[in-house]
């Protein structure tokens, strides 16, 4: 039998627990207050405690320290109805053992009373990460905020695995932000975008005689703190092949030197692929997978968080360039985010309210205010590369309305209508893709097929 100390003002809650704890043959107490759970700690001596955040008085987070200083070794679990990632990181920081959220499963809290009784006596964890830019209170999102707590706490690679969109550098910025390597710099590289030809620079750096020239590489200006390496699901086979090597041995050859040069960093890596899938299609490594999949956090895309679209749309509104100083989202426009599938994600709906701000020009957010819904065609999710019958429909009848209006009037040279044509649309289409690419020319010539410096030859002269 254990002594349990359930720390509640809730009368409901303390006695739901303490019949639920009884019944398994624990003996158990009940206090409302941190000043009624400390007289309770020094005469019962618990062996955990169950916590609650909100209390009356002083709240049950900055009260973590003074129970573990009178019963060290027993686990504390943190409870509140009001989970977000801050309270996930005060918790952690102070030395919570679990978290969990009301209202309570009765076979989580069992599970996670027994499984912290049975283990021995753990250290505290050190501290977590701050917001950052994640939003959201629902049981998805949740979860994410346990795991980067978690992930905070050490320094063991992690895998932020995820939708495109659903915020997994986000995550990835909130684990280096809280963790012991805070204060060293965050680099964060898109290896989709890397040129093979210089990849060993980009990565690595270069040395010249003299040091005239040197150019330090992503690992090197990430030493001592946290390098995240972006899409790395879609890494080229002799990058995969470099990263391994200076995984494995910690240390970096800059291209033209001829010593090893010693780094410390932490890798985040971040992919919205299956890496067990692409590893048996044989499209990566099996060897760096198992480098880098040492802590896991899965990203949730947007269609499981319908409970945080409100926060959601309210966080963007705020930060909107095109929000004024009254500017709120109606009923009927929530209504109508709710109502859409959002393939995009966290991305796809932030753009959406940007523009639905503009739209509504300093009034309130309506339905008509959103922009029309992206085609998502499922071919060209899966990489097939095949359009979706209403969008090729629509682009169709674009080209026809283009050329009726040209023919139409004044008579023109023959031979003039292909190349302007071209130069219409390919306009339309580079500018595009590099708007999706955030400007990386190199992201955007790879997914148009043009060589770079073809690509280069087609933009605009600066």
Partial sequence: MSRI??????????????????????AVEVAASVEEGLAA???????????DVRLPGRD???????????????????????GDLDTAVRAVEAGAAEYLVKPF???????????????????????APPPGGLVGSSAAMQ??????????SSDLPVLVSGPTGSGKELAARAIHAHSAR?????????????????VEEE??????????????GHFARADGGTLVLDEVGDAAPEVQARLLRVLDAGEILPVGASEPQAVDVRVIAATHRDLAAEVAAGRFRADLLHRLRVFTIDMPPLAERADDLPALVAHFLAGSPGCGPVQAASGAFLEAVRARPWPGNVRELKAAVDVAAVMARGGTLLPEHLPTPLAAPAEAEAGGGAEAPDAAARLGEAVRAWVRARLDGTPSPDGWLHEAFLKAA????????????????TAAARILGLDRSTLRGKLPRE
Avoid: K, Q
Wanted: net charge neutral.
């Fill in 143 to 152: 979860a994410v905020y346990a795991r980067i707590a978690l992930a905070a």
């Fill in 426 to 441: 390919e306009a339309g289409l580079i500018g595009e893709v590099l708007a999706r690419t955030d400007g990386n020319r």
């Fill in 203 to 216: 990565l690595f750096g270069r040395v010249r005689a003299g040091r005239a020239g040197a150019r330090p």
């Fill in 5 to 26: 100390l359930i720390v509640d003002d809730e009368p409901a809650i303390g006695w739901s627990l303490g019949e639920l704890l009884d019944d398994r043959g624990h």
């Fill in 182 to 198: 805070r204060g060293g710099a965050l680099v964060a590289v898109n290896l989709a975008a890397l040129d093979a030809g210089l």
């Fill in 105 to 127: 499963d009765a076979a989580r809290v069992t599970a996670a009373v027994e499984r912290l009784l049975a283990r021995a006596p753990a250290a505290a964890a050190s501290p």
């Fill in 60 to 82: 049950g987070l900055s009260a973590i320290p003074d129970f573990r200083a009178l019963v060290p070794d027993a686990p504390v679990v943190v409870m509140t109805a009001f």
């Fill in 41 to 51: 700690c020094r005469r019962f001596s618990p062996h955990l405690l169950l916590l």
